[in-house]
């Protein structure tokens, strides 16, 4: 069973982090739903929701999203997903059920650098970075391969540019995990593309990414669809074999690229 101690609701962030070190057995508590699924001792549980961390604030040249927006925020807010075309409202609408994502937060999705998250796959194509309490700002894309361990989310910082972008998923079932998800960003021509689920951590693919540009051919984008295999570890799990998600993600390479290039819209 999972236990909490004690819990506290610190009035700033410099409070809270002093007491996440003081003991290892403290932690940070985001929307709880994965936390409450596990069997540890919590020592002083940190509940974050008195900092004002939950909400999106718009800039000229950024997004800041607090660590406590929830992914029902993150889905239905309408300036973020006019900025970025739909994707972090692609990216959330399948989690569980819009109860569960009026609870489950962004930090506590980006800290916990799940195989199977949407989220963060969506998050890696996009010029992002993550602010940490101690270690400051560092890019998504080092968070993700880091070893950050102890410390606090703040936000997320998201820069807005010309990109274009699109997220894809296959579900066995509607609000299941995904068993593969793919995000495509356009920039001025240069392509990122990051799948997750594979079933381990999304990952950029970067030498994929960078067979495409501009309009690619059904050659390159085939090209670069064999590279996406060959450059990050595909697997199976009780959910799909390692052939199905390779075959999933030359599909998806394509879909999202009509959807960039072609116009195409979202299947439902
Ligand atoms: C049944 C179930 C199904 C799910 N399905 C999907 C899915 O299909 N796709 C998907 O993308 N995700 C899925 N998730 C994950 C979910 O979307 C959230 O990512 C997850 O619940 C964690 O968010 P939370 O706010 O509940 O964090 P919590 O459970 O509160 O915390 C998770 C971890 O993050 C730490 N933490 C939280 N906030 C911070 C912070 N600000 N700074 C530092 N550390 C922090 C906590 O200490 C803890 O270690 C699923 C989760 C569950 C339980």
């Known amino acids: 069973m999972f236990t909490i101690k004690e819990y506290v609701r610190p009035e700033s962030l410099d409070e809270a982090y002093k007491i996440l070190m003081k003991n290892k057995k403290n932690a940070i508590i985001g929307g709880m739903l994965w936390m409450r699924l596990g069997k540890r001792t919590i020592n002083v549980g940190i509940d974050l929701s008195h900092l004002g961390l939950d909400k999106i604030i718009e800039r000229e040249d ?5 660590s406590m927006v929830t992914l029902r925020e993150l889905e239905t807010n309408e300036s973020l997903n006019l900025a970025f075309q739909d994707i972090f409202k692609e990216a959330s609408r399948h989690i569980v059920g819009v109860q569960f994502r009026n609870l489950a937060t ?3 999705s980006i800290y916990s650098r799940f195989g199977f998250s949407d ?3 969506a998050f890696l194509v996009l010029d992002c970075y993550v602010v940490l309490h101690n270690g400051g700002k560092v890019s998504i894309l080092d968070f993700n391969n880091g070893d950050y361990e102890r410390d606090i ?3 997320i910082i998201i820069k807005k540019n010309n990109s274009k972008n699109v997220y894809l ?6 609000t299941d995990l995904p068993i593969i998800a793919m995000a495509v960003s356009k ?3 240069k392509y990122k593309i990051a799948v997750g689920a594979r079933p381990s951590k999304a990952e950029l ?3 994929a990414s960078d067979l495409l540009s501009g309009n690619p051919t059904d050659e390159e984008i085939n090209k670069a669809s064999e590279e996406i295999i060959k450059e990050l570890d595909f697997g199976s799990n009780m959910r799909a074999s390692k052939e199905y998600r390779e075959y999933l993600s030359k599909v998806f390479l394509k879909r999202a690229l ?6 195409e819209t979202y299947d439902d």
């Open 62 to 66: 950024e997004f800041e999203i607090g």
């Open 106 to 108: 962004v930090g506590g």
């Open 119 to 121: 989220v963060l796959t």
């Open 153 to 155: 989310i703040e936000k």
């Open 169 to 174: 998923n296959q579900r066995l079932s509607e």
């Open 187 to 189: 920039e001025n021509d």
């Open 205 to 207: 693919a970067k030498k």
């Open 258 to 263: 009509d959807i960039i290039n072609g116009g």
